[in-house]
């Protein structure tokens, strides 16, 4: 885990924003991986996706809570926290100030039809040059089109790994862009999902929040976060 811990950048929430925002300004790109246990957990069982993690050109941050505490627990420097939802939407903000476009692949397609009104109702500077569902087959095709209009910011929401390796994938072709896989922060941000109240989110427990709201993920949950656990003690144990 040592390893993920010190590609994860120890950077202030406004920090990261500002420095996202130079980069759309100056229009060059970035690819930006949110990551919490589940994430660190899959690149351990998926050789492919590890890679894409620990790309040089891959800046990760951390969004769960559980990534914090794992770091502290083996007395690594990791302090701050990028929640993904936060980013999404600090992304749209941008895009709004700025006049920059923005392309959105994922979620259900009721789900994107919001965020298609929400945006043209609380971003109406931000240009919507694509919006695309998660469930299309041919997701390759897509960003065949993301390629054609060049958008300043994409956002890929259909969850670990799949955002992450399609971005990956198609991520040498471009020359400018922010690219974020934003698991299901479209739902969320569309208002299909309730955010946990603000203050779950205070007592850093909005992961409670989602798993008793949606009990189908306790198993998901349970999984990797309880073997993470272990993990972080097994290391812990060897130096
Ligand atoms: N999703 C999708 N296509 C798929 C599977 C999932 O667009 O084939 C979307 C799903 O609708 C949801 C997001 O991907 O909006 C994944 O959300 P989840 O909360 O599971 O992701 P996490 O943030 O936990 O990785």
């Known amino acids: 885990m040592r390893e993920y811990f010190e ?12 420095k996202v925002k130079n980069k759309m300004v100056e229009e060059e790109k970035m690819f930006i991986v949110t990551a919490n246990p589940e994430t660190l957990m899959f690149a351990e069982k998926d050789d492919e ?3 894409i993690i620990l790309a040089p050109e891959t800046t990760v941050v951390a969004d769960g809570i559980g990534v914090i ?3 502290k627990m083996l007395k690594m420097d990791l302090e701050h ?11 749209l903000f941008y895009c709004n100030e700025l006049e920059k476009s923005i392309y959105l692949l994922g979620a259900k397609p009721e789900v994107i039809e919001k965020m298609q009104e929400m945006i043209s109702m609380n971003y109406p500077k931000a240009k919507l040059v694509g919006a695309v569902d998660g469930y299309v087959k041919d997701k390759d095709k ?12 994409v956002l890929v929401a259909l969850g670990i790994p799949n955002q992450e390796k399609l971005i990956y994938k198609n991520y040498s072709r471009f020359n400018k862009g922010i690219f974020v896989g934003v698991g299901g922060s479209f739902d969320v941000i569309s208002g299909s999902k ?5 203050i779950f989110i205070k007592l850093n427990l909005e992961w409670l929040y989602r798993i008793t709201s949606e009990p189908k993920r ?3 949950f349970f999984s990797s976060n309880i073997k993470y656990m272990f993990k972080i003690i097994k290391e812990r144990g060897k130096k």
């Open 7 to 18: 590609k994860i950048e120890n950077i202030q929430e406004l920090e990261f924003f500002e």
């Open 218 to 220: 306790l198993k998901r």
């Open 142 to 153: 897509i960003f065949d089109d993301i390629y054609k209009k060049q958008p300043d910011v």
């Open 69 to 71: 505490k794992g770091a």
């Open 49 to 51: 996706f590890k890679k």
């Open 194 to 198: 309730k955010r946990a109240p603000d």
């Open 81 to 91: 926290r990028i929640l993904g939802v936060n980013l999404a939407t600090k992304l």
